[in-house]
């Protein structure tokens, strides 16, 4: 995920910190109906005291679109495509109102949505091609374009017509030249000649019959042939063999004794961190954060993609795909400090709400942490693990720095209590703070510093939960 601007709060903006609150739910309704373009449309506001954040998942360099002469070709294609995708939006809430699929609140939210991006404070940046809207909800409504009244058309004066007096003397003239060509003018004489009708014989043409000699064709006369007796052949006899049956697979399941998994993810500051740097140029930059300060244009560049937030994210997703589907999921936040923050168990059928869950996430730049301790506690009460197998997939960056307790000492205890319980850790950065945990339980450890190695990792430790089908 990257920054894309950052705006000034104004008194005014009451009714846009209301709609951003509902920022999460309005994306989980166009995910579930319409393309993920149409989702990513709208940039993620990060709200603080005095101004917003905007953030997109988009990866790639944003281009800040502009009305002046350079951009007008490029504008006009893009607002054509903004009008389809906003007409779109307007169209399903009408049609998932009228179904009572969703609360009429629901439809007039997103109406506000699209007119939201109709406002003098919205921006449009592309990325790769697609655009991304910044600063809606924020401003006024731009004025509609005034038509103005239709301009009747000039009234034309009668000219005046004193010229014709002017052409009277020459008509009279002329009609004295015309009186004297017919009244005095000389007899010219003209001689007649007629035609004379002349009688012509023709010589007749003798008319020619054709004659043509008979010609006779001698008869030709084939001797008798022997017709061939021709005896059918018949097709050799088929031999029936034998069709094995393929045994049908299906996935095994027996109720009461189906695994359970929680997914304890870091949603903490920390995953911002660009995967493009080393983890010593890392490392060095938070020092010099913690002692010095940093710039803005130094942090956005550390932040910049592929981050370890964007990855995971997208990792996460694929692998909730390969889960077994009859395994319950369950969702732990490591946010801020104190606490972890449950969010609950999702069923194999909420699997698309689960990803738009963790693909809404968003951690706090001020005002974060990592409650590592808390959120073992917390995924660890979700499962049984003693009478039933249960799995711990915790995706983390760093060591538990809300003076909670001893993770490790922790992890001892909850494996003497839950002696099914496995726990894998894909640890990002190779901070190597979770890796006691996995030990404890028996589970695995995977790090990785890399965007590949990170989304490779995270795949090879949820193997234990992928599908698995048994043949009869």
Known sequence: MQR?????????????????????????????????????????????????EWYT???????????????????????????QRLQSIERLAGELKNNGKI????????????????????????????????????????????????????????????????????????????????????QMQLEL??????????????????????????????????????????????????????????????????????????????MFLTLAESPQTIKDFQQRWTNYGVTEAEINYMYRSPNRLGVAKKASASIINNISPNVEIGLVSLYRCPAATRLGRYSPGKRSALKAKINGMLPSREDSGTPLYSGLQQAAAMVDGKNRDAFILIISDGEDNCKS?????????????????????????????????????GGKVFTGNNQKQVASMINQAVKPMTKVNECE
Request: glycine share 4%; aromatic share 6%.
């Open 4 to 52: 894309l601007a950052r705006l000034t709060k104004q008194e005014s903006d009451a009714s846009a910190v209301a709609l951003f609150s509902q920022y999460d739910e309005l994306m989980s309704i166009l995910l579930r109906h319409l393309p993920p373009s149409t989702a990513s449309l709208f940039a993620r506001p990060r709200q603080h005291a005095d101004y917003v």
């Open 57 to 83: 998942e988009l990866e790639g360099q944003p281009y800040l679109l502009e009305n002046g002469e350079q951009d007008k070709a490029l504008t006009s294609r893009i607002n054509t495509l903004l009008s």
């Open 103 to 186: 609360q009429p609140a629901q439809a007039e939210l997103l109406q506000k949505l699209v007119d939201a991006t109709k406002q003098d404070t919205s921006q449009v940046y592309l990325i790769n091609g697609e655009p991304v809207i910044i600063g809606w909800g924020m401003g006024k409504e731009l004025p509609k374009p005034i038509i103005a009244p239709a301009v009747p058309p000039p009234v034309v004066a009668a000219t005046s017509r004193r010229w014709c007096w002017w052409l009277l003397p020459l008509l009279l003239l002329l009609l004295g030249f015309l009186a004297w060509w017919f009244y005095f003018r000389p």
């Open 193 to 270: 000649v007629r035609a004379v009708k002349a009688d012509i014989q023709y010589p007749q043409v003798a008319k020619l019959e054709p004659s043509m000699p008979k010609i006779e064709l001698p008869k030709l006369i084939l001797p008798p042939t022997e017709i061939a007796k021709i005896e059918p052949q018949l097709p050799p006899p088929v031999v029936a063999e034998t069709v094995n049956k393929a045994k049908e697979c299906r996935t095994k399941v027996d109720p009461g004794k189906t695994p359970q998994m929680v997914i304890v993810f870091d949603n903490s500051a920390s």
């Open 405 to 441: 307790g001893d993770v490790c000492s922790l992890a001892r205890q909850i494996s003497k209590q839950k002696p099914r319980l496995r726990i894998n850790v894909v640890d990002i950065g190779g901070a190597k703070a979770a890796n006691c945990i996995a030990t404890a339980t």
